[in-house]
């Protein structure tokens, strides 16, 4: 049998996107946590993997996400024009297979694009211990530049956390809570001034096993010929200490709780 | 008995999704908990979404309720105490109520008021009532139910309501606190009315399609069901316990298969000094 190892990746940034199959004609959608698509694209992109290439022991990864600050939805409102002043292309082709310009002529067409803004998740990737070494150096080191999800959102420091020998559920359970002094600052204003001393937070692990389907798993990044299939996680709470010293008369974060009165 | 439940929900899971965005699918769920019951009566139910992230389900059932298939469903399916359904018994909390005493509150109600008025109506309604009165229906002589859509008449709705349901709103205390940036107010003369401590935290607005059944259960059609709902919050006074025991129970106002009318009590706000 051989050892396996776990690294711990931190996706923290101004804005992330995730895309998760909704990319419907103008609107580009964001899923709700990092994609295995998005995750195992870019650590193929830090070890400098072109698109074509096999995906080898990368597809063989086992992913667990956990959300320590969900963040906030941005919709970003965008027009597309052509900087020359000339009508937009429309679908139909002419005899020689060239667009033809839009007829009624279009100069803008609206899109509009969704971003995770001042969110914070801890990735961590199960694979065999010598594999996720050199995965290791490379994400320290990248090949290619890296983006959480989108070219636009590349990631902030520290992104890589340590690589450990602990499973996965382990290492995801044993890091403290990523929120920086700030963010915590930010949390207790959302949350009523609350002060719990812990916190639960959601996470999404690999389960063969598991009670949900996820359309995320990457067989091919060839552009315009991607391809993923199905796989199987669970979804389960980790405590974690805030840091926070809780005082005895603030909410515990419940605003209004009614079983406070039924002996809970 | 009765007893009082919360189930947290686990929103990425698809069948909480499903819940989550359907009313009729939420309160199909919430009856197979008390399916296996001859006579299960009234159910209550309430999302309380102030966290997206994280909603709880309150329930109200009159039999002991079995969550399993709806955790296996909508739920966290871990062993973690957090993720776990919280049941309690209602009685100790109704033998408690006592006049005087007080509690802060969380109602979602669909306030509406009956009316003759048509102009009221919207052309659809409109369109219908029409029907009816070309085709001598005799519901049509009664009232329509429409809607209280502002904040203004949905905050009359449930004050005028307060004393049939054995409670007043208590006064906002002159000393409260500013809001955080504002300057505090200081004029030392106290208002001489007396302001109710109710808000209301959000308002919704769920439409949804409804299939039309028969006496004999066949269906026979759709309809459209618009529901507006605003959620209340603040703190009360009990003046009649055996008023208030009943709405507690039976809930308060219309739709309350659909998430409405589910008035839960918590202990008052500590006072300021």
Known sequence: ?264 | MTYLSRIPLAPLRTGARKLLGSPQAMHAAVLGAVAYHPDPGRTLWRLDADNPHRPYLYVLTHPQPDWTAFVEQAGWAVDHANAKPAVAAYKPLLARLQEGQQYTFRLTASPVMSTKRTELLNPTQTARQEAKRRNNDPSQRRSYRVAHRTTHAQLAWLTSRAHKHGFEPLPIPNTADPAPGIFPFTDTEPSPERIPDIRITRQNKHVFTKNLTDQTGARTGTTKVSIDTATYEGSLRVTDPIALARALITGIGPSKAYGCGLLTLAPPPPQNP
Not at chain 1, 208 to 233: A, C, E, I, M
Request: charged share 20%.
């Open chain 1, 1 to 264: 049998m051989t050892t396996t190892a776990t690294l711990l990746l931190r996706l923290a940034a101004p804005l992330q996107s995730w895309g998760d199959h909704r990319a419907v004609l103008d609107a580009r959608h964001t899923a709700a946590q990092p994609t295995k698509s998005g995750v195992i694209g870019l650590l193929a992109a830090a070890l400098g993997r072109d698109r074509d290439e096999p995906l080898g022991q990368l597809a063989d990864l086992t992913m667990g996400v956990r959300v320590d600050l969900p963040g906030t939805l941005l919709r970003d409102y965008h027009t597309v024009s052509d900087h020359r002043g000339v009508p937009l292309l429309s679908a139909n082709l002419t005899a020689k297979g060239r667009q033809k310009p839009t007829s009624k002529p279009r100069y803008i067409q609206p899109t509009e694009r969704f971003y995770l803004q001042d969110a914070a998740f801890l990735v961590g990737v199960n694979g065999p211990a010598d594999f996720m070494k050199d995965l290791t150096a490379a994400a320290k080191a990248p090949a290619c530049l890296l983006s959480l999800g989108r070219r636009s959102c590349p990631p902030t420091y520290p992104f890589v956390l340590s690589l450990t020998d602990s499973p996965l559920i382990e290492a995801l359970t044993e890091q403290d809570w990523l929120a920086s002094p700030h963010a915590r600052t930010v949390w207790q204003r959302r949350n009523h001034s609350a002060a719990p001393a812990a916190i639960d937070v959601p996470a999404t692990i690999d389960d063969p096993d598991g009670d949900t389907v996820l359309g995320d798993q990457p067989t091919s990044y060839l552009l315009g010929r991607n391809r993923h299939t199905t796989r199987r996680v669970t979804h389960r709470l980790i405590t974690l200490s805030t840091g926070f010293t809780p005082a005895p008369d603030t909410p515990a974060g419940e605003e209004h709780d009614p079983l406070a009165l039924l002996g809970w």
